[in-house]
């Protein structure tokens, strides 16, 4: 069965940083692209970021090139959202997503860890 | 970046009749589209991708069709668990990848 459980999510001032962790069982982590997907409350959904199999490739959003680095360490089938500079509109249930294997379709989505931006 | 509306914004469904979800791309995506449900307090799920493919374990009541920029997903006799939002993605361009607004299908 396939898992993906975020961590990390907490209450942060504007201007600070925090790494998100997004922990994968239930299939091969090391042959998978994984992306970050966030939901402001009430709002819809937004790309984030995403990484390639062997972490050779990244992604970002314009809305948060520059500030948030993903990267993975497939020994340990983890990914990582380091996000600095934080901003009240980063404030958002961030989830970790699996892409389908055969196309860019995002097949597995973990529950979400909610990070709040808040003075 | 490719553009994502989708309609209507909401949907108001009596249990048992159909409803049909809009979706438009402002540049062709070919068939590169999926469709995703999600309910309150749950993390999204695949329902559709390739634009008319159902994901594993996703009931023959779903069927997605379109290509190109116009796409629609269609429930065809709606149960009480169908009652969510459903959001379009397109991955043909990328990145991004880019999300409708979703639409909100309720109960009548």
């Known amino acids: 069965e396939v898992q993906v459980v975020e961590s990390g999510g907490t209450l942060v001032r504007p201007g600070g940083s925090l790494r998100l962790s997004c922990s994968a069982s239930g299939f091969t982590f090391s042959g998978s692209t994984i992306h970050w997907v966030r939901q402001a409350p009430g709002k819809g959904l937004q790309y984030v970021s995403g990484i390639s199999s062997n972490g050779g490739n990244t992604y970002y959003a314009d809305s948060v090139k520059g500030r948030f680095t993903i990267s993975r360490d497939n020994s340990k089938n983890t990914l990582y959202l380091q996000v600095t500079s934080l901003r009240t509109e980063d404030t958002a249930v961030y989830y970790c997503?699996?892409?389908?294997?055969?196309?860019?379709?995002?097949?597995?989505w973990g529950q979400g860890t909610l990070v709040t931006v808040s003075s | 970046e490719i553009v994502m509306t989708q309609s209507p914004a909401t949907l108001s469904v009596s249990p048992g009749e159909r409803a049909t979800l809009s979706c438009r791309a402002s540049q062709s995506v070919g068939s590169n589209l999926a469709w995703y449900q999600q309910k309150p307090g749950q993390a999204p799920r695949l329902l559709i991708y390739?634009?008319?493919t159902r994901a594993t374990g996703i009931p023959a009541r779903f069927s997605g069709s379109g290509s190109g920029t116009d796409f629609t997903l269609t429930i065809s006799s709606l149960q009480s668990e169908d009652f969510a939002v459903y959001y379009c993605q397109q991955y043909n361009n990328w990145p991004p990848w880019t999300f409708g607004q979703g639409t909100k299908v309720g109960i009548k």
């Open positions: 390739g634009a008319s």
């Open positions: 997503v699996k892409e389908r294997d055969y196309d860019r379709a995002f097949d597995y």
